[in-house]
T-cell receptor
Framework: DAKTTQPNSMESNEEEPVHLPCNHSTISGTDYIHWYRQLPSQGPEYVIHGLTSNVNNRMASLAIAEDRKSSTLILHRATLRDAAVYYCILRGDSNYQLIWGAGTKLIIKP | NAGVTQTPKFRILKIGQSMTLQCTQDMNHNYMYWYRQDPGMGLKLIYYSVGAGITDKGEVPNGYNVSRSTTEDFPLRLELAAPSQTSVYFC????????????FGSGTQLSVL
């Protein structure tokens, strides 16, 4: 099963952009890159996902490297409510055993 | 649209007791999952199901059982609770494609004393 590597924690100032990196060097051609975040005492919630092209939604942007071995979640203007643990996982068809690492704890400083 | 609903939110068990964690979803998803999360760690898959009547083990199935008699419900049974099962349990559901996102319940905090 494909694994991902993320920094344990990152800090950012409020209202500044945040770039959260994820390495996935063993990604297969059909794996989608998914990002979820987990606010304190809550279940994970979906943020964004993509296959090859960069993706944007109202929450964030996902930049995917050309070789797909890494990706970056971009929060354009972080707020205190974005403080959470962010998980990058790979999801392929018929791959049920998604591997969740410890994620990146994002700390937002006011 | 309620999404994924888990009950109870909190529970304290004594060693050796049994209980069932309930999970129901109203999105007609075929795929359902049970995860556990220990403090500071990521999620570990306990069991999953790809449809009614079909279940399979994940990474950490020992001490747990599941059933899937309907599309909506996926209960997790703990037999003979042990302190090592103290954790937060999350149920999730999704469609079958890798291009579909997972939806999570709000979790059950279980303590075994």
């Amino acid at each position: 099963d494909a694994k991902t590597t993320q920094p344990n924690s990152m800090e950012s100032n409020e209202e500044e952009p945040v770039h959260l990196p994820c390495n996935h060097s063993t990604i297969s051609g059909t794996d989608y890159i998914h990002w979820y975040r987990q606010l304190p005492s809550q279940g994970p919630e979906y943020v964004i996902h993509g296959l090859t092209s960069n993706v944007n939604n109202r929450m964030a942007s996902l930049a995917i490297a050309e070789d797909r071995k890494s990706s970056t979640l971009i929060l354009h203007r972080a707020t205190l409510r974005d403080a959470a643990v962010y998980y990058c996982i790979l999801r392929g068809d018929s791959n049920y055993q998604l591997i969740w690492g410890a994620g990146t704890k994002l700390i937002i400083k006011p | 649209n309620a999404g994924v609903t888990q009950t109870p939110k909190f529970r304290i068990l004594k060693i050796g007791q049994s209980m069932t964690l309930q999970c129901t979803q109203d999105m007609n998803h075929n795929y359902m999952y049970w995860y556990r999360q220990d403090p500071g760690m990521g999620l570990k898959l306990i069991y999953y199901s790809v449809g009614a009547g079909i279940t399979d083990k994940g990474e950490v199935p020992n001490g747990y059982n599941v059933s899937r008699s309907t599309t909506e419900d996926f209960p997790l049974r703990l037999e003979l609770a042990a302190p090592s099962q103290t954790s937060v349990y999350f149920c999730a559901s999704s469609g079958p494609s890798a291009n579909e996102k997972l939806f999570f319940g709000s979790g059950t905090q279980l303590s075994v004393l």
